[in-house]
Nanobody
């Protein structure tokens, strides 16, 4: 049974930091491109960041470049999202997802976590 379990969300003031984690089981983690998406109320789910199978290549949406860092530890089957200089517009439910190769669209992602809430107060 495939499971992606996110943790690390919470309430933080603008300018603060959070680190999200996603622990995977039931998949060959090192063969998967891993990504973080987010969905704010009334908005579509959007790609935030992704990391290649080896961790050597990363992708980010423009609004988080320079503030967020995605990384992975294949030995621990875990992907991380370090979020710094958070803004109120970063408020959303953040989802971890797995696919074969990079895509900024949610369709190709086969496996999803349940999501973790991130709320940034102004």
């Amino acid at each position: 049974q495939v499971q992606l379990v996110e943790s690390g969300g919470g309430l933080v003031q603008a300018g603060g930091s959070l680190r999200l984690s996603c622990a995977a089981s039931g998949i060959t983690f090192s063969s998967r491109y891993m990504a973080w998406f987010r969905q704010a109320p009334g908005k579509e789910r959007e790609f935030v960041a992704g990391v290649s199978r080896s961790g050597s290549s990363t992708d980010y949406t423009d609004s988080v470049k320079g503030r967020f860092t995605i990384s992975r530890d294949n030995a621990k089957n875990t992907v991380y999202l370090q979020m710094n200089t958070l803004k109120p517009e970063d408020t959303a439910v953040y989802y971890c997802a797995a696919t074969g190769v990079f895509s900024p669209n949610s369709g190709p992602y086969v496996y999803w976590g349940q999501g973790t809430q991130v709320t940034v107060s102004s």
